[in-house]
Each structure stands twice: as structure tokens, then as C-alpha cells.
């Protein structure tokens, strides 16, 4: 399966950014979906993920409340809708595909699109 993740931008504090992860050459459904972000000097971290199948979802702590993730089996794409954006949430994010229930761990996914850039300004 190829990703290509969309949608990054440059938001103030508070805003609101919509990304989303085109998939082409299989199902999104089949495969469980997730965001990873990466900032400057720092390692690759797990935002959130929906499972293959029924589509449950796993999000880190840090986003708890303010992102959430949802998939368009039609257009074979999923969504990360990301609300009250604060600078600390400025990173490269990308989706990744993996067939693995550990979901948390990037090194679990085996397909990855291209990152897209978000930046919260203060």
C-alpha cells in the first residue's frame, strides 16, 4: 500500500488542522493506520492510530481529548482532525501503515507516506 499524507500548515495557538492519509494499492480498512509526529531533535513519537477492521482507535496522552482520528472507506483515507493545537504539537507527521496490533511502535509499520509540516505559532 502507498501513503500520501496531506494537510499541514501553519496555525496559531488554539486552531485547528485537518490531515489526512490517502491510501492507493489496498483497503485502508485492512490495515491499521497511524500518525506519528517527529520535532526537531527529537524521536519519532505516536499520536494516534485507528484500527484495521472495526476501527477502534489508540491516542497518546498528550493529544487525549483534543485530536481524533476517523477513516473514509469510500475515498480510502484517513483523518486526523486536530483541535486545540498548541506549539508543543509542531512537528513533521506522517501515516503509517501496519498489519501489527503493537501500534504504538513505529518500527511496527511497515508502509510510510511523505511527512507534512505543522507549526503552531504562540
Known amino acids: 500500500v502507498q501513503l500520501q499524507a496531506s494537510g499541514g500548515g501553519l496555525v496559531q495557538t488554539g486552531g485547528s488542522l485537518k490531515l489526512s492519509c490517502a491510501a492507493s494499492?489496498?483497503?485502508?480498512?485492512?490495515?491499521?493506520i497511524g500518525w506519528f509526529r517527529q520535532a526537531p531533535g527529537k524521536e519519532r513519537e505516536f499520536v494516534m492510530a485507528?484500527?484495521?477492521?472495526?476501527?477502534?482507535?489508540a491516542y497518546a496522552d498528550s493529544v487525549k481529548g483534543r485530536f481524533s482520528i476517523a477513516r473514509d472507506r469510500a475515498k480510502n483515507e484517513v483523518y486526523l482532525q486536530m483541535n486545540g493545537l498548541r506549539p508543543e504539537d509542531t512537528a513533521v507527521y506522517s501515516c503509517a501503515a501496519t498489519k501489527s496490533v503493537a501500534l504504538r511502535n513505529p518500527e511496527n509499520y511497515l508502509y510510510w507516506g511523505q511527512g507534512t509540516q505543522v507549526t503552531v505559532s504562540s
Open positions: 494499492g489496498g483497503p485502508v480498512s485492512t490495515y491499521t
Open positions: 485507528i484500527r484495521q477492521g472495526g476501527g477502534s482507535s
